[in-house]
């Protein structure tokens, strides 16, 4: 919920800064802007994700059962630090702060939208969990199936994996605009999948949480 409520803060000056640069640059919302398009493909990226994850939730036990049995909860966290908020935040920040810096509106413009893509796909996140999916921890049962809604303990929001939406939606934005090269793609694309594994050996999270959580982070470069 802290780390909502942080995301949902910062959201209003950064739709103050993207609408200056809109103006400031014409080529913006053509090629790195969220428009009326893009939310589309956020209610799209949505849908895709909770179908998705609904149909690969029966892979969640024998996955969990198996991260149990590993018992590297220690490595998941370690894992797992790159989509957390208070690592990603300022790394969005900083690279939009490198653009202003060194003058280069690409390297501004992207991690804006990244910024852009990372705030709105955490607030639609946020309110998903309300459905009160328990996390593999609390579930008691063992069962990924246990609801308790209104999700509004950190223990029964589980779906979808917000530090899974949130390295997808600012890893494989910048990889995807700013490398050229398949080479330096690799290291962005693959983070938000590293964590993931992070947050099921952790079990902070069933594997279809961690699944709609990338897809729904990615649907603005996935749609």
């Not at 797992?80 to 300022?90: H, R, W």
């Not at 589980?158 to 690799?186: D, R, W």
Request: glycine share 10%; net charge neutral.
């Amino acid at each position: 919920m802290i780390q909502a409520l942080i995301l949902v803060v910062i959201s209003q000056p950064v739709s103050v800064v993207i609408s200056q640069s809109v103006s400031a640059t014409p080529s913006f919302e053509m090629k790195y802007g969220i428009g009326i398009e893009e939310l589309h493909e956020l209610g799209f990226g949505v849908g895709i994700g909770v179908i998705v994850a609904a149909s690969a939730s029966i892979l969640d036990k024998p996955i969990n059962d198996l991260s149990k049995r590993l018992q590297l909860d220690e490595l998941g966290e370690i894992l797992s630090l790159p989509g957390d908020v208070y690592f990603i935040l300022p790394f969005t920040i900083a690279g939009y702060a490198s653009g202003i810096i060194f003058k280069d509106d690409k390297l501004k413009l992207i991690f804006l939208r990244a910024g852009i893509s990372l705030a709105l796909t955490t607030a639609t996140v946020q309110l998903i969990k309300f459905s009160g999916r328990f996390r593999p921890y609390a579930s008691s049962s063992g069962s990924p199936y246990n609801f308790s809604f209104l999700g509004l303990r950190n223990y029964n929001r589980s779906f979808p994996s917000g530090h899974s939406q949130a390295s997808a939606a600012v890893y494989i934005t910048i990889g995807n605009n700013i490398c050229e090269s398949t080479l330096c793609k690799i290291p962005f694309l693959t983070l938000p999948f590293l964590v993931g594994i992070g947050r099921i050996l952790a079990q902070d999270h069933w594997f279809s949480d961690v699944l709609g959580g990338i897809i729904i982070g990615s649907c603005f470069e996935l749609f």
